[in-house]
């Protein structure tokens, strides 16, 4: 069985590299799609796996099909791959605000669609994905791609009313832990540490602090008061942010970022 990508950028690619270093598939059962020489060159290089320009031979050579263009470029490549995309194919879906129903449309009611959103830390085996699927997905076939997608960090299967809260608490949301990594550093350059070092500090203040989240099982809140000695200096950093509305503008982004995407 092969794996097809339309579309070989930083997200596809990161797919490519946790499916192969699983084990998932072989090099030679993956394939995916670029628009010019010179993408296609850098992708072959980078994966090893077999890159075309012609989108409608990923479809036509693969039994799962990952739609990985923006989605600004989708209704341009549905239109270009509809006569060739079959029935029994599973096709998987990363872009946001396109819905099950709106790819329906496009592609015909009976058609195997999982729509999924997966983030940038997949890059390093770190991704966080939500995914649903159409009534023609099989709970056999939903589990082969919950696989593929957990060969590059952790799946939660939601209803699609949820995927645009997905978009804004995990796909978008590597972007505000990185703002917020940056300005910690910034403000420890401010009282005299190295940059470089600075970052790793922070980053690595943050990745601990997510594992806890994860391991222990314990509400962040409680995590949080961990912290926060009587008189400390932990509870007078948190007054002055909360003062200053940390946790109303994080809030507050993210529905906005559920609007934008609930819109393209």
């Known amino acids: 069985m092969k794996i097809g990508f339309i579309g070989c950028g930083n997200m596809a690619s990161a797919m490519i ?3 192969l270093n699983k084990g998932l598939y072989k090099k030679e059962e993956i394939l995916a799609s670029n628009p010019t020489e010179e ?3 850098r992708s072959e290089e980078r994966l090893g796996i077999y890159i075309t320009l012609d989108n409608k031979e990923v479809v036509q050579k693969s039994e799962i099909l990952v ?11 549905l239109d270009e791959i509809r006569d060739v995309v079959r029935e029994g194919q599973i096709l998987i879906s990363i872009a946001p605000g396109k819905t099950v129903g709106w790819l329906e449309e496009r592609l015909g009611k009976e058609k195997k669609i ?3 959103m997966p983030n940038t ?7 966080m994905t939500g995914a649903c699927a159409n009534e023609n997905v099989s709970e056999e076939e939903m589990k082969q791609v919950c696989e593929i997608l957990d060969s590059f960090g952790k799946t939660e299967v939601v209803p699609e009313r949820l995927m645009d809260a997905v978009v804004a ?3 978008s949301s590597p972007a505000y832990v990185f703002l917020f990594i940056e300005a910690m550093a910034d403000a420890a350059v401010s009282e005299g540490m190295p940059r ?16 806890m989240v994860l ?13 926060c000695s009587p008189g400390g200096t932990t509870i007078e950093a948190v007054r002055r942010l909360e003062k200053d509305g940390f946790r109303s503008a994080v809030i507050e982004a993210m529905k906005v970022c559920v609007e934008k995407s609930k819109n393209m």
């Open 17 to 19: 590299g946790g499916i």
């Open 121 to 127: 830390p997949a890059l390093v085996g770190e991704g």
């Open 196 to 211: 470089q070092q600075a970052y790793k500090f922070a980053a690595q203040a943050v990745l601990g602090s997510a594992k």
């Open 114 to 116: 999982v729509r999924v």
């Open 215 to 227: 391991e222990s099982g314990r509400h962040p809140g409680d995590l949080k008061d961990m912290v």
């Open 39 to 41: 993408e296609k060159r």
């Open 67 to 77: 739609l990985s263009v923006k989605p600004q470029f989708y209704q341009e490549v």
């Open 169 to 171: 608490v995990s796909g």
